[in-house]
């Protein structure tokens, strides 16, 4: 139905066109600087702002229902087209405000869901003439989880930590908490593979003080530091 309201449209409007033409070509002079405050030479130097019917450059159309019709059909669409791009062009001015008002949403999002799912997978590492299984936990600032991305960082980290620390030699399983600069924050849990002391390494347990490592963009390197896990 809307398709054939267009059609009807379309055709009104071609015929009106076709009307204006031929009373253009077979019509006298019209002097159409009568009625302006300028004065114009001929059709083409016709004021672009000035909103004069047509049927006043040509009284022959003042009779043609059908022109006035569709005239004024036009004239409200393009009405409605001018109130659209004003619109438009707001939306368009305000965008840049968009992500600011985004930050209150995300902030709620990370309180509610802190206990987002973000388990990794399981990965090796070996170090100390041992082998150990790897998972961890853990989100970026950009409220997405550690995972793939982040391995190569936290296996530095690790090697780190190892190199430093002696007592991992002593231990079959433990925790380790990982923040590189101001991106990520993660919880390692590590256990000798050899051993499965767990048979989920998400079982190990992570109470009390646990050592930290913090890796800073201007200091290049991962440095320890203490923390506690709440």
């Not at 936290?154 to 190892?162: D, P, R, S, Y």
Request: with cysteine.
């Amino acid at each position: 139905m809307k398709s054939s309201f267009l059609t009807k449209t379309l055709l009104l409007l071609s015929v009106t066109a076709i009307l204006g033409v031929s009373a253009i070509e077979n019509g006298e002079n019209v002097n159409v600087s009568e009625g302006l405050d300028t004065p114009v030479g001929n059709i083409t130097d016709f004021p672009r702002d000035t909103n004069t019917l047509d049927v006043d450059l040509h009284p022959e159309l003042s009779g043609n229902l059908i022109f006035q019709i569709c005239y004024k059909i036009t004239m409200a669409f393009v009405a409605v087209l001018r109130l659209y791009l004003r619109v438009l062009n707001d939306v368009v001015d305000r965008m840049d405000a968009i992500p600011s008002c985004t930050n209150s949403f995300r902030t709620m999002f990370r309180r509610l869901f802190t206990r987002l799912n973000c388990k990794s997978e399981q990965f090796a590492f070996s170090n100390s003439g041992k082998f150990w299984d790897v998972v961890f936990v853990g989100q970026t600032n950009e409220y997405e989880c550690v995972g793939d991305n982040q391995w190569d960082e936290i296996e530095k980290g690790l090697t780190v930590a190892f190199n430093e620390n002696d007592q991992f030699d002593n231990v079959s399983s433990f925790c380790l908490n990982l923040k590189f600069d101001e991106e990520w924050s993660a919880l390692v849990r590590l256990q000798v593979s050899s051993e499965k002391t767990y048979t989920d390494l998400y079982d190990i347990p992570c109470d009390g003080d646990l050592l930290s490592y913090i890796y800073k963009e201007d200091e290049g390197e991962w440095t320890n530091s203490v923390a506690k896990i709440l």
